[in-house]
């Protein structure tokens, strides 16, 4: 996964990108959780959903938003955050302008800064948002979601009860068009300790499933190692 450097409002955005399978490959871009929690582009979580895009054929990015890592500029309260998550997106698909399908993934604060961006793109095919805080953050600008996706939280998350979250999926149920999966894994907390081995198997067997309902042909699925990095210190 070669590293990339992008040009961004706040000077460098600091990345790793994995080119697609076919010249027609799907896009995926991976956000990464809070920065002021040290969230970073290789946190576990973040680091699977890379992988389970990139092992399925898409053209992958995932990047360290501004002030993380080799990203220059300051911290912006999610403003700057979601210019930079446009700016990398831009770049994905300037860099496959063929792509198929152009899907988000986020953790936490990634997956916050993400529904915002699938508000702003239409072209979005699908979503994975994993653990959003929808009680830090209100989460009512998805009015109306365009886009189909998945939902995926643990039932031991104490930062995020499940039941804010179901307040969300609920509503955003009630829009014709769009299919909503909500996944709780059982004793999962808000930081997955012991359960990205769930994170893979349910996310993978969710793109799997819309993969074959709309592309099926040159998409691949093989079966992931979980990510062995440290689980401490991120949101």
């Not at 969230?39 to 895009?53: A, E, K, R």
């Not at 936490?108 to 239409?122: D, E, K, S, T």
Request: a neutral charge; glycine letters at 10%.
């Amino acid at each position: 996964m070669p590293e990339v450097i992008l040009p961004g409002a706040s000077g460098r955005i600091e990345g790793r990108y994995s080119p697609g399978k076919r010249p027609n490959a799907p896009i995926a871009l991976i956000l990464h959780p809070h920065p002021k929690a040290n969230g970073h582009m290789n946190n576990p979580v973040t680091v699977t959903l890379y992988q389970l895009f990139q092992k399925r054929g898409f053209a992958t990015l995932r990047y360290n938003s501004r002030g993380v890592g080799k990203s220059q500029g300051e911290f912006d309260s999610g403003i700057g955050e979601l210019a930079d998550a446009a700016t990398a997106l831009d770049w994905l698909q300037s860099n496959n302008p063929g792509a198929s399908q152009t899907w988000v993934a986020g953790y936490q604060f990634g997956a916050y800064i993400g529904m915002q961006l699938l508000m702003r793109r239409p072209e979005t095919d699908g979503f994975i948002s994993v653990s959003p805080p929808s009680n830090m953050y209100d989460f009512s600008f998805l009015a109306p979601c365009p886009a189909s996706g998945l939902f995926l939280h643990g039932t031991a998350d104490t930062v995020v009860p499940p039941v804010e979250v179901e307040r969300v999926v609920n509503k955003l149920r009630t829009q014709k068009g769009i299919v909503i999966d909500y996944e709780l894994e059982e004793g999962a907390t808000h930081f997955w300790q012991d359960h990205i081995d769930a994170v893979e198997r349910r996310v993978g067997a969710y793109l799997d499933k819309r993969l074959a309902e709309s592309r099926p042909e040159g998409l691949i699925s093989i079966p992931l190692t979980p990510a062995k990095a440290g689980m401490s210190g991120y949101l």
